[in-house]
T-cell receptor, first 114, second 115 residues
Framework: DARVTQTPRHKVTEMGQEVTMRCQPI?????VFWYRQTMMQGLELLAY????????DSGMPKDRFSAEMPDATLATLKIQPSEPRDSAVYFC????????????FGEGSRLTVL | AQTVTQSQPEMSVQEAETVTLSCTYD???????LFWYKQPPSRQMILVIR??????QNATENRFSVNFQKAAKSFSLKISDSQLGDTAMYFC????????????FGKGTRLHILP
């Protein structure tokens, strides 16, 4: 049963620490999206990739966030240094390029920054 | 900038009733795709229904159907014969194939189905 795998599922850290979230997209999917979910903002698009190349990362605070795809089976989202306002659930989603447009989501990484 | 607006933060309906969730969007494009996603309390997001803007016929998936009004830029989701398992957060989403298939979401509507 193909699915998007995200780690860690939960992370509690202290302000100033580095946080790395990982995502394994579904094999054969060539697009990967990172979203952040909060009560106030809903689902915000942070960054996305196609064929491992970044297409848009305008939703990310550039000074502290970075997103990469070292290879086709791994996408990472890094926060350094983390701040309490980064507390949220971070979702990774993968899909095949248009025309279907359907995204398959991971279960999310719940981050709490104290 | 393209935007997706869901004006109903939260709704409650009785089981077996019909409920309609609203979504409006803003774009200058003529060709695009619209989606409704469901996020149950377990957090796993799944696709409910998909609409291609160039198709006039409204999409239907069992008890779920949409009312797509292209001129009004409106894309509402109707759930018929609602069930307890329909309790979830529902997100409307927009995809622009002219902008590298960027997919943006609305803020969501939390739907409670009451027994």
């Amino acid at each position: 049963d193909a699915r998007v795998t995200q780690t860690p599922r939960h992370k509690v850290t202290e302000m100033g620490q580095e946080v790395t979230m990982r995502c394994q997209p579904i094999l054969g999917h060539n697009t990967v999206f990172w979203y952040r979910q909060t009560m106030m903002q809903g689902l915000e698009l942070l960054a996305y990739f196609r064929n491992r190349a970044p297409l848009d990362d305008s939703g990310m605070p550039k000074d502290r966030f970075s997103a990469e795809m070292p290879d086709a089976t791994l996408a990472t989202l890094k926060i350094q240094p983390s701040e309490p306002r980064d507390s949220a659930v971070y979702f990774c989603a993968s899909g095949r390029q248009h025309p279907t447009g359907e995204l398959f989501f991971g279960e999310g990484s719940r981050l709490t920054v104290l | 900038a393209q935007t997706v607006t869901q004006s109903q933060p939260e709704m409650s309906v009785q089981e077996a009733e019909t409920v309609t969730l609203s979504c409006t969007y803003d774009t200058s494009e003529n060709n695009y795709y619209l989606f409704w996603y469901k996020q149950p309390p377990s957090r796993q997001m799944i696709l409910v229904i998909r609409q291609e803007a160039y198709k006039q016929q409204n999409a239907t998936e069992n008890r779920f159907s949409v009312n797509f009004q292209k001129a009004a830029k409106s894309f509402s989701l109707k759930i018929s014969d609602s069930q307890l398992g329909d309790t979830a957060m529902y997100f409307c989403a927009f995809m622009d194939p002219n902008r590298d298939d960027k997919i943006i979401f609305g803020k969501g509507t939390r739907l409670h189905i009451l027994p």
